[in-house]
């Protein structure tokens, strides 16, 4: 059930939709005890309708999204998105967010440098530090610079 709901979010599912397939799976996975029970001559506990409906929606829920993708008959469609705008966060992630406007929708994104590109500025920027910090230790050993009192 988790793995069901995790893989929706993946593929960007709207939970609404995805309720009400899995409403229409549990009526029709719990239709069959609804009219045995309403015809037999002894009565059914609550509990026992109660627990055989949960049982259906957990079914219905956990098959809902294969039976959505596996009766998606369209093809792949190619949109065209084009970033109207962005903006760089000034902390220390330098998280880009993108203005995206695709199909008359304006949606905004998220992206974050990759570790890899921080480390790498991180690198140069103490290496810069480093060679001045050098240039500075000749100078002072050299006596191109004085130590103040």
Known sequence: MLLSLNTSKLFNYEFGN????????TALLALPFIIKSLKTDVPQKFGRKLSVVFA?????FTISF???FLFTFDGATHEIAIVTDKKISSG??????LYVSCNGKREIYTVSNSEKCTDEAQKAELQAQIDELTELLYAFRHGILKERH
């Open 92 to 97: 220390k992630t330098r998280d880009r967010e």
């Open 18 to 25: 995805y309720m009400k397939i899995t409403a229409i799976i």
């Open 66 to 68: 294969p039976i959505n």
């Open 56 to 60: 259906a929606f957990i079914i219905a």
